[in-house]
């Protein structure tokens, strides 16, 4: 087939709205547009009027290459990282493998280190540079040529891991918005363990580390993105192996999209990672013959891992969330941990051994959006929802920062942005580096030149894909006082971390919210 046969590329070009990434994609769109290709850049493709967030949708939805550029700045970004994870949704979806993505770091060396979700989502894929204007003659050669062939760049090498550069984790270094559940003592968007900036919110920890002791604990922390789930479970995993325990972090995002529509596989997946990093020499073949994934699963468990251990063994599952959309893998799945549970606490053939297992799972509460409100995860064991910081942590964690504040101060703070950790944090690093005063910080926050910009439209993203969400948030938000809206929505809204709820009534979780939606939910 010659390269006239194949129809004009949809590419939908992601960047940050500043330079040099906002230059090179403009290079990039003219060029796409001289050789005949449909590009989308939501600056400049979406008109005053249109709504946003479903023009970028539908833009994602239609592309057949997704170029994304990687600055040191978008490579933080709350809404460039949601619009990798929903174009690679969409790819793993599709047997055509459309859209094909392509990442091109922009003045960001190849070993500077992405979010975690990021480095996720772009696993194995080969990625360009481009240092100087020279470079862009050469990035679009190899685009067009890809386009005209209807092709995709070969795959990294399997063994190839994209780099992940130390962060240094201190009051002068912007938080990230994404945490590393595999890196325990890795700066990013978990606080490490001996970091200065983690604030306690007891009695949380300690009743974390009270619990992982019992015999077939289970641990279930739950809240919202940002809200420090991940810092929790590497502190109740660096507890457990202080007193001796066997102790696993695993994230389901390191799980291939396709392992969560086949129950076996990804069984056997979990069964691989936790063989791995306890370096066992079994040999998983040998258990996972004839039928009944469960039954191999709790075969290998018991025989390979809590018999041969010594000491008990605590397994923390984080991002359980990417299994819910999936029913039928994840019903098994939550069915599975359960009778593990069960076995240790209320006893049975074998509970002596499952008493040695315990279990740190942990999941946002914003993946119940798209699920029906029946349909949330199983629900044993001990419990923790993340609360937001009180006015004295915020004070203690602005000390930390450098800054001398008393009540007034992070009273002022609260009143804009509530107690959200990583808000909090991301407000105080601008404080200190004094790009900005607290009444200055309050004029801008909900504007798109402010800090928040960033957060705030993923959030209308997310929104503006649920209408009756985005029409529930709207209602709370056009009123001073607390509003009655449906009951699904207002679960919904309050697991986004949006809305505070009293009793059946809504109120917009803070000030920079309620300005923000109320001007772009109209």
């Known amino acids: 087939m010659t390269a006239d046969a194949f129809p004009p590329a949809q590419v939908f070009i992601s960047y940050r709205s500043q330079d040099p990434d906002q230059a090179l994609a403009l290079e990039l769109q003219a060029a796409l547009e001289a050789a ?48 990798v994870r929903r174009a690679r949704e969409l790819r793993d979806a599709r047997p055509n493998d459309k859209p094909r993505i392509l990442p091109i770091r922009v003045n960001f060396p190849l070993d500077s280190p992405l979010n975690y979700d990021l480095r996720g989502y772009l696993n194995r894929l080969q990625q360009r540079s481009w240092h100087s204007p020279a470079d862009t003659p050469g990035i679009v050669q190899e685009m067009l040529t890809l386009m005209a062939t209807d092709t995709a760049p070969p795959p990294a090498p399997e063994e190839t891991q994209l780099p992940v550069a130390p962060l240094q984790d201190s009051p002068d270094a912007p938080p990230l918005p994404v945490a590393e559940p595999e890196l325990l003592r890795e700066p990013g968007g978990v606080v490490p363990i001996k970091s200065g900036l983690y604030i306690e919110r007891p009695p949380v920890e300690q009743d974390c580390y009270a619990e992982i002791m019992q015999p077939g604990a289970l641990i279930r922390i739950k809240a919202p993105r940002q809200m420090g789930k991940t810092s929790l479970m590497a502190r109740i995993l660096n507890y457990a192996s202080q007193q001796g325990y066997a102790a696993v972090p695993l994230s389901l995002q390191r799980a291939d999209s396709s392992l969560f529509t086949d129950l076996d596989q990804f069984l056997r997946w979990i069964c691989e990672q936790v063989r791995r990093k306890l370096k066992r020499r079994d040999n998983l073949d040998d258990y996972w013959q004839g039928f009944g994934s469960k039954d191999k699963c709790n075969a290998y468990f018991e025989d390979c891992l809590l018999e041969d251990l010594d000491t008990p063994l605590v397994l923390a599952l984080d991002e359980v969330d990417m299994v819910f959309p999936h029913r039928q893998v994840a019903d098994d799945f939550f069915g599975l941990l359960r009778s593990w549970y069960e076995s240790a606490r209320y006893g049975d053939f074998g509970s002596d051994l499952w008493e040695k297992l315990r279990l740190v799972i942990v999941h946002s509460t914003e993946a119940y959006v798209p699920l029906n409100i029946n349909q949330s995860p199983f629900n044993v064991g001990k419990t923790v929802e993340l609360a937001e910081f009180t006015s004295a942590q915020v004070q203690q964690l602005a000390q930390r920062y450098g800054l001398s504040w008393g009540d007034p101060q992070a009273q002022q703070l609260m009143t804009l942005i509530g107690g959200h950790p990583y808000l909090v944090r991301k407000a105080l690093y601008h404080l200190r580096r004094g790009e900005a005063n607290l009444d200055n910080l309050s004029a801008t926050a909900a504007t798109e030149s402010g800090i928040y910009s960033d957060h705030l439209r993923r959030h209308l993203y997310n929104l503006q894909r649920y209408p009756e969400l985005a029409e529930a948030m709207r209602q709370v938000v056009v009123k001073r006082e607390a509003v009655t809206v449906a009951a699904e929505a207002a679960f919904k809204l309050d697991s986004m971390g949006l809305v505070e709820l009293q009793g059946n009534e809504a109120l917009p979780r803070c000030d920079v919210y309620r300005q923000y939606f109320r001007e772009h939910l109209r």
């Open 36 to 83: 005949g290709h449909v590009p989308f850049m939501a600056a400049a493709s979406i008109r005053l009027g249109d709504n946003w967030a479903k023009r970028i949708d539908e833009a994602l939805e239609r592309c057949d290459y997704f170029v994304v550029l990687l600055s040191e700045r978008s490579a933080t970004s709350e809404m460039v990282t949601e619009e």
